[in-house]
Structure formats: structure tokens, C-alpha cells
């Protein structure tokens, strides 16, 4: 089945930092979204991208869909930034597959 | 927005006995929902694929008798957990997707329930 890579597993960012997540999979796929699991464990969907680039205030992403990956782009991090951000792709067999995530933590 | 809700959000209950998790779409039809387990700092894990009005699809590794789905209406799908051991234990997630939609590959996730077995 397909493989989906997140990179990297953990951060520390300084508040006011910016970053780059990466997502990686390894076959094509009918959509991707990323998502961003607060200390609660609720999931936040932030984007769906199965191609191109989206802005969405400090939050951008892009997935070159040719080359099966994603980048999530975080500006200006703020300390409620923290949690776990999850890529999840959609096969052509209609299942969602997570990476496993990135751990970030934003530090006053 | 679509909304999913799961109910209940928290759940510890004794070992042998069982639990039922409610997710429903609240604002949309959904054809298809899909439940999710999550075991403390990984990922989350495709358990099933539950259809209105049919039987629901496990993954492999899944124990079907274990984990009860059933999927009544449009708006209702339910997993039960069975004869709960610590081992289940665990964060359950539901999603669902919009069957007026169009967009086939569209899910909106629940908030997740915490079932904790002792």
C-alpha cells in the first residue's frame, strides 16, 4: 500500500519562528489534507491539496503531486501552534492513510 | 462547515464490559463514515469502513466481533466495543463524508472519544 513519510518527527521552534513541514508519499493519490491535532486531540483540518498552493493566514501549502509531496509552511509560530500535525493522502481505493506525524512545539 | 460529533468524548468504563461510541453528522448526510484508533504519540489507524444500511468493511487486523459497527441511518454510524480490555484503551475517532457533496474523497473528522479501560 501506499507509504506516507512525515519529516521532521519533532520540532522546537522559538515563537515568532517559521517552518516547513514535509510530507511524503509514495504513489499517486486523489487528495491530501493536513491536519492539526491540538493538546486535546482534536483534529483541525487546515488544508485539502491534492495539487497547487493554498494560503490560509500564517498557514501555506504546497503538494507537487509529480513528484508526491507536500510542504506545510508555518510564519510567525505561536506558542498555540503546538501540537501534532498529521498529512493524510486518499487513495484511489477511497481510504485515508496518516503519516505519522510531526510533533512541534512552539516555546515563549 | 460540515460538523461531525462523537459521543461520549471521555469514557472509562471496567474490564469485560462494553462501550458504544456515537458519531454523528450533524448538518449533512453521510453515506460513509469510517472509525479511527489512535494509541498515545503515533498516528491514526483505519480500523473500518462502515455504509449505511450494509455491513462494515475492517481492516486487516481488525477483530469484527470485537468491534461492533453499525451504521443505521445517514447521520448515525456507532462502534462498539466489546468485552473491553486495558488494551483498547485508546482515542477512537469517526469521519464521515459528505454524500451530497460530489467531492468523494471529502471527510470531516469527529473530535474523538478517549476510552480508557481499567
Known amino acids: 500500500g501506499i507509504q506516507v513519510e512525515q519529516s521532521p518527527p519533532d520540532l522546537i521552534l522559538q515563537e515568532g519562528a517559521n517552518s516547513t513541514l514535509r510530507c511524503n508519499f509514495s504513489d499517486s493519490v486523489n487528495n491530501l489534507q493536513w491536519f492539526h491535532q491540538n493538546p486535546w486531540g482534536q483534529l483541525i483540518n487546515l488544508f485539502y491539496?491534492?495539487?497547487g498552493t493554498k494560503q490560509n493566514g500564517r498557514l501555506s501549502a504546497t503538494t507537487v503531486a509529480t513528484e508526491r509531496y507536500s510542504l506545510l509552511y508555518i510564519s510567525s509560530s505561536q506558542t498555540t501552534d503546538s501540537g501534532v500535525y498529521f498529512c493524510a493522502v486518499v487513495t484511489s481505493y477511497d481510504k485515508v492513510i496518516f503519516g505519522p506525524g510531526t510533533s512541534l512545539s512552539v516555546i515563549p | 462547515g460540515a460538523v461531525v460529533s462523537q459521543h461520549p468524548s471521555r469514557v472509562i468504563c471496567k474490564s469485560g464490559t462494553s462501550v458504544k461510541i456515537e458519531c454523528r453528522s450533524l448538518d449533512f448526510q453521510a453515506t460513509t463514515m469510517f472509525w479511527y484508533r489512535q494509541f498515545p504519540k503515533q498516528s491514526l489507524m483505519l480500523m473500518a469502513t462502515s455504509n449505511e444500511g450494509s455491513k462494515a468493511t475492517y481492516e486487516q487486523g481488525v477483530e469484527k466481533d470485537k468491534f461492533l459497527i453499525n451504521h443505521a441511518s445517514l447521520t448515525l454510524s456507532t462502534l462498539t466495543v466489546t468485552s473491553a480490555h486495558p488494551e483498547d484503551s485508546s482515542f477512537y475517532i469517526c469521519?464521515?463524508?459528505?454524500?451530497?457533496?460530489?467531492?468523494?474523497?471529502?471527510?470531516?473528522f469527529g473530535p474523538g472519544t478517549r476510552l480508557t479501560v481499567l
Open positions: 491539496i491534492p495539487s
Open positions: 469521519s464521515a463524508r459528505d454524500a451530497a457533496s460530489g467531492a468523494t474523497d471529502t471527510q470531516y
